[in-house]
């Protein structure tokens, strides 16, 4: 007798037809949703992603890594809508402020390819919502479905890029079921890797996602005229989800389409920088509030309790920090630098992102005081959350206990923290992160001032799908967006597609608000 896991796919019995493939169950269902199909409280999260990634663009127009990427590659809007998508995905990563959701960096490909299309005059403003949606759902299934896998890829998962990249360009162009078959087969079969070493130490982050974008546009246009993807790229034993995961999760793909959005599960950056740093930044925020501005010589350390992925994000990135020679991207991972910018002026932006503010001697002194603690009450807390890995680890059930990172910080407790989990989320109406810090800063005179965050502000929960529109709002302010420009934006659902042309082209259009 054969018996199967959750999620495994059973043998078909004899004379039966095989089961259609991940790639063409999802294929079919994600190109025949329309904006009517998709609730409204998805939608209102697709808008402030919307809003919210425009303003991460609008961020580094302003800054020197910006200027390069479009003095290389063109403007941000283009008429060759893949080149358009190209240099808004570089520009909407390049400094880590665009928005993650379960599971993953949806928005490069996603909203980019989406603004891309719709700059090129294809879609009204309910098609930009809903192919954004649908390229959020493609991306987000794929990447949960890969997601118990070594830590840290982050925006390095580039497959998220190809599946939202991918999907974005198909939904928007009305593709035939064929057509998103082989053009999704095709972008997962070229997945491009790029290497820790190079993002840290280079500018390479700002290409990190827009490679893989423009390399799944290219696989649309190849599946466009006619050639083939492999049809069974996801799930086949040499696939992308056996390629990538330890322990696969092939039943995430398809599980609840249509009634499971993952678009729910947004969270939106007040900062710039890794979404697993936010919570300690809040805290710093709070610290400031109380102490006023601090430097090294009022301080003998900043102790940081983090989850585990906190504490193993900064000694990943230790060793390629190098005070005010060190490179930008390495500054948007670096807890140190953004908690002593904090502590000193108050706020984190893309301003404290430039190579004058990373050159600052004092800031780097400061730095240098803080510690990072794993603390595993903030980590278990952070697992029975949806993202980024609670629900992941729902899903997999008995599974999970062949992934080797599990039982690297769970120890003996891992069973008792998989039994506590429950089951998977039938919805994801509401989903949770939970990435907490609790900052403690002793000053020199032996005074200890303490501040706490279960959740950093933004991160998805009950406060964000209240407050994600007031959120963005402020983001997208912050980097000089117009009011009636944000209003434009707000309203996308009522314009035709010229007027949602225009709209997009205002949002980007830095120093001629």
Known sequence: ??????????????????????????????????????????????????????????????HPVGRKIVNAFGPPLQSDAGRSAYVLAALATALDFDEVAYSGHVSAGAVNVAVAEAVRGGLDGKSLLATIVVANECAARVSAATILSPFFRGQTNTHCHLASAAAARLHARRASEREWAAGLGMAFGILAVPLHHGVVTSDVKALSAAAPVRLALDACDAAAHGLAGPEAILEHPEGLLAHLSVVPLPDAVTEGLGHRWHTDTLTYKRFPGSAYLHAAFDCAERLHRRLGALDASRVRRVLVHGSLLTWQMERKVARDLHGPDTSVSAATLSI????????????????????????????????????????????????????PLGEALRQAGDRALDWPELH??????????????GAPAETLENATMAIGARVAVELT???????????????????????????????????????????GLEGIDLLDPAGTARALSRAVAVGTD
């Open 445 to 487: 005179d032996g005074t200890v001032v303490t501040e706490e965050c279960e959740a950093f502000i933004g991160s998805a929960g009950p406060a964000t799908r209240r407050d994600h529109r007031t959120l963005v709002r402020e983001k997208f302010r912050a980097v000089g967006g117009a009011e009636d420009v944000l209003c």
């Open 1 to 62: 007798m054969t018996s199967t896991r959750p999620g495994d796919t059973a043998p078909a019995p004899p004379g039966d037809a095989p089961r259609a493939s991940l790639t063409t169950r999802l294929a079919a269902w994600a190109r025949r949703v329309t904006h009517e199909d998709i609730p409204e409280h998805t939608l209102a999260a697709a808008r402030s992603q919307l809003v919210s990634n425009l303003a991460a663009v609008r961020g580094s127009l302003e």
């Open 408 to 421: 690297a910080w769970g120890g003996e407790d891992v069973p008792r923290i998989l039994a506590g989990l």
């Open 336 to 387: 140190g630098y953004g908690i002593a910018t904090l502590l000193s002026t108050g706020a984190f932006g893309v301003r404290d992102l430039t190579p004058a503010a990373i050159g600052d001697e004092a800031r780097w002194s400061l730095a240098d005081k803080v510690t990072v603690e794993h603390d595993m009450l903030l980590s278990e807390r952070m697992v029975r959350a949806t993202s």
